[in-house]
């Protein structure tokens, strides 16, 4: 028989040989991955009811929870891998972890980029799991800040996943972060309406209208002449949620313009004045009406006299 079939031969029974060998570890390897999901589920529910107890920030019990997931899978297929490979030490196993580090890191830096923000998210908390903030161009609540992404519900009902990294990265306004937030209103009235009357109408009105609050007061402050009105600013405080706001002001404008009707407060609109004219009349490329056709001006006619 050739030579080269024998080699083939031997290797091929060498690679069965030592796949037999390593059979029974395979096996219980995967059956330590198999009892490491499970056993993660568990380590999950007792760290969050752990978490509940000990942890009084959201953010931290998410981030403790998210931990000890990570934890249990990494100490499970560390064990995997020492029982599917028997001659696998330690040092071997820290020296492959540590070039498998940084091949995965060239090829996942955006996720690993997303992961380390998260994690500050969650430890530096610069706005609560409820609170209605604006990243870039989306807006909305804030349902969960996770490893990899922040989770956004606009005011219509959109889910919006934003990488923890331009979370991270971006000027956040977060219209939740105080007890109160102030709405400005702007409403004109008629240059006969003497001022300080509609000044003290408006104030009076803004003040009793249902959830508008009364500390910060409400102010009142006439901020210019318009074109066809003298021009005033209601500003009044409500409770920071955006249903609040935009329920508050609904009431505002229906109370101040009924207070205006009461006290006979006219709120002009504008006022246009739109002239039509002929234009074959105007027609610059025919003479005026009564020249004749090729006559100079009075100047060329003294000049030629």
């Given amino acids: 028989m050739n030579p080269v079939i024998n080699r083939i031969q031997e290797s091929l029974l060498e ?6 060998e390593l059979l029974p570890g395979i096996i219980a390897a995967l059956a330590i991955l198999l009892l490491t999901g499970y056993g993660a589920r568990v380590a999950r529910r007792l760290a969050n009811r752990v978490a509940g107890q000990v942890v009084r920030s959201r953010s931290l019990q998410i981030l403790l929870v998210q931990t000890v997931r990570i934890g249990a899978w990494v100490l499970g297929f560390t064990l ?12 071997d196993l820290i020296a492959l972890l540590g ?9 996942f830096q955006d996720i690993f980029k997303n992961f380390l923000a998260g994690i500050l998210l969650l430890i530096e908390e610069p706005f609560l799991l409820g609170d209605e903030i604006v990243v870039e161009d989306y807006e909305g609540t804030v ?6 992404f922040t989770k956004l519900r606009t005011y219509t009902g959109e889910v919006i996943e934003i990488p923890n990294s331009i979370v991270f990265t971006s000027a956040v306004k977060v219209l939740t972060a105080n007890d109160c937030r102030r709405t400005d ?5 008629d240059y006969t309406t003497p001022l300080p009357m509609a000044q003290q109408t408006l104030l009076d009105t803004v003040k009793q209208v249902e959830g508008v609050l009364s500390e910060p007061m409400p102010e009142v402050d006439c901020v210019g002449f318009g074109d066809s009105s003298i021009d005033f600013k209601v500003r009044f405080w409500t409770a920071p949620q ?11 404008a229906i109370a101040l313009k ?8 006219t709120i002009p609109y504008p006022i246009r004045t739109v002239h039509y004219f002929d234009q074959q009349k105007f027609n610059e490329s025919e003479p005026y009406p009564g020249k004749p056709v090729g006559q100079g001006n009075g100047q060329g006619d003294r000049k030629g006299m």
């Fill in 185 to 189: 209103l702007d409403i004109g009235v």
């Fill in 99 to 107: 070039l498998g580090s940084v091949a995965i890191g060239f090829a």
């Fill in 15 to 20: 690679i069965l040989g030592d796949l037999v």
């Fill in 80 to 91: 995997a891998a020492i029982i599917a490979f028997p001659g696998l030490q330690l040092g």
């Fill in 258 to 265: 009924a207070a205006c009707d009461r006290a006979n407060i």
């Fill in 143 to 148: 349902e969960t800040v996770n490893i990899r």
């Fill in 242 to 252: 955006i249903v609040d706001v935009r329920r508050t002001q609904s009431r505002v």
